[in-house]
T-cell receptor, first 112, second 110 residues
Framework: DTAVSQTPKYLVTQMGNDKSIKCEQN?????MYWYKQDSKKFLKIMFS???????INETVPNRFSPKSPDKAHLNLHINSLELGDSAVYFC???????????FGPGTRLTVL | TQLLEQSPQFLSIQEGENLTVYCNSS?????LQWYRQEPGEGPVLLVT?????EVKKLKRLTFQFGDARKDSSLHITAAQPGDTGLYLC??????????FGRGTSLIVHP
């Protein structure tokens, strides 16, 4: 049983394109997150939603737009992709705002 | 922004050796988590520590939370190749923003 799933696993695209990454959790958690992990493995939070409401938005360019249609889903849409957007993007969920997080397998985005 | 400093950044050891990884901050954390991440996968939670001075054991792994709740350590006894991975500490304090350290990359050679 997959707890936190992300699609796609790999995404290779050209600069300037628009792409989306989807995330679903079946843990019944209230809080979901998007993280970006760079080539040096630094995991930095981008967004967090609690009960479908945006609660954390960490100085991310507005080309990145999260959407939470319900508590079990948090999607990430990226407009006008740039080379610097290449990274591994992780979705995570937690029971509450300060609880331990459960991570998805990651989406490796490569912008050419 | 609360910062978590991890050391060492890289560790390459032989099977059977012991090691300690440190996670330090100038801020107080209400709780601190340790995760292990293997290549191509997401971080997996190992433990959460909450109380200052708390010690938790997970088989050969021993986790300690500092008395002041500003630092933590992870000690591995008799390391095995299966322990290879990126070890991350993470914490949350007064704000709801979770902070991750930059990780310790451990390689255990057979």
């Amino acid at each position: 049983d997959t707890a936190v799933s992300q699609t796609p696993k790999y995404l290779v695209t050209q600069m300037g394109n628009d792409k989306s990454i989807k995330c679903e959790q079946n843990l019944g958690h209230d809080t979901m997150y998007w993280y970006k992990q760079d080539s040096k493995k630094f995991l930095k939070i981008m967004f967090s939603y609690n009960n479908k409401e945006l609660i954390i938005n960490e100085t991310v360019p507005n080309r990145f737009s999260p959407k939470s249609p319900d508590k079990a889903h948090l999607n990430l849409h990226i407009n006008s992709l740039e080379l610097g957007d290449s990274a591994v993007y992780f979705c995570a969920s937690s029971l509450g705002l300060r609880n331990e997080q459960f991570f998805g397998p990651g989406t490796r985005l490569t912008v050419l | 922004t609360q910062l978590l400093e991890q050391s060492p950044q890289f560790l390459s050891i032989q099977e059977g050796e012991n090691l300690t990884v440190y996670c330090n901050s100038s801020s107080v954390f209400s709780s601190l988590q340790w995760y292990r991440q293997e290549p191509g996968e997401g971080p997996v939670l190992l433990v959460t520590v909450v109380t200052g001075g708390e010690v938790k054991k997970l088989k050969r792994l021993t986790f300690q939370f500092g008395d002041a709740r500003k630092d933590s350590s992870l000690h591995i006894t008799a390391a095995q190749p299966g322990d290879t991975g990126l070890y991350l500490c993470a914490g949350s304090g007064g704000s709801y923003i979770p902070t991750f350290g930059r990780g310790t990359s451990l390689i255990v050679h057979p």
